[in-house]
């Protein structure tokens, strides 16, 4: 991907930087035209119910009045600064427009952020900042994924926190306590977003074992989060019960499958868990452009536009069935690498985000396609802490830089459409 600071670059490498420049101009002109997504109802029904708290006399209320013994709430006191900035941003949508917009301002900051962050990665030190820019934004323009990720759901928020919770341990000059702090305080307005990111404590716990080394700390800071954890838990299980409405409860727990079920019905958690993982291609499909409308949130491809678009379709379905099936075994060997060269923090942020998408997906029985918002920037985390430095060495490079260009004429491709 990049050339060794001791060698001269070649023609590949020039038709690489071409590429990559061409790649990082098309990606934020998508980005700008991702402003004309249409409003999906989830947004304003999620800000509907997480921005209004001030206004309606310090609680939340639920979208179906019909479930009597939800539509009232009151979160957990350690949880208001995030009802506050949620209420401080969308208490005011007479203007939806104002959705999209924040939107592209918050993907625009993750991207950055995230950029940030990787560019301080001692392995990453040998590649020109603007470099890993492009390589970021060729994976993150595959297919509709640019315009997913602009989709103003909580999704949004939970990978912002999961970015900042990733790399805090690679900040090396905060002292135990403040960093203490600053992890109860990404916890503090991390779990509020959305019931789903306890599925993540793998990687929050991860997180904070490495970056404080304090055991006082640890057990201090692991108190807190069982109180965090448990009214979390019972927080959303009362905000999600609807026993009046038995038929809008089934919809609602088809979702995801409850973990209290491994314990009162373990054959059916795990047929059901199982069948869910090898229902991952779904992401898949979700990423490429449609001949129909998918939960009505993008329009469908014009009937002549359907042939002239058949080998982007088949470009992004070998490019992404080839990551699935050679990714999986490129982690495990990657992560047994970085064990034998003792690279344990990245070792273990790595796993544990395996472990974490590994949950989710077992869990989550309905995949949304707003979910490959979340979905495939987690499998790039994967493939960064994963990545040794070595891979871009000579023995590497001829083969990264085939598969690099493939890759980056393909997410041109896509995004040119």
Known sequence: MASSPHQPEGKQISIIQILLITQLGIFFLVVLF???????????????????????????????????SSFISHPPVWSLPFYFFQSLLYSNLSHLFKLRILGVISFLGWIFVTWRFVIKLSKFDTMQPWKILAWMTAFLGLGVLPLAMVINRPEQNILLGLTLITFLPFIRKISNAPMTWM???????????????????????????????????????FGILFIFIFQTQTFWKARTACPEVPALQEVVDFHMIKPKYAFTNTAGFFNTGFSNLKNISRQLQHIKFSPYYDQNWLPPLKEKNITSTRLIHISLEKILKGFSKLGFIFILLALIQK?????????????????????????QTVKNFYEISLFFPAVGFIFILVFRKEYIQNSYRKILNLFGILFLLTAITSETY
Request: net charge positive; hydrophobic share 55%.
């Open 34 to 68: 991702s402003l004309l997504v249409p409003i999906y109802t989830d947004e304003i029904a999620w800000k509907m119910i997480s921005a209004r708290y001030f206004l309606d006399g310090n609680a939340l209320l639920y979208v179906f009045p019909q479930c009597q």
């Open 183 to 221: 992890h109860l305080l990404l916890w503090s307005v991390f779990f509020p977003i959305h019931p789903k990111t306890l599925i993540f404590l793998p990687l929050l716990l991860t997180s904070f074992w490495i970056s404080v080394k304090n055991w006082k700390s640890r057990l201090f800071a």
């Open 339 to 363: 064990i034998r060269h003792q690279e344990f923090p990245e070792f273990m942020i790595g796993a544990a985000w395996v472990i974490s998408l590994t949950a989710l997906t077992f869990l």
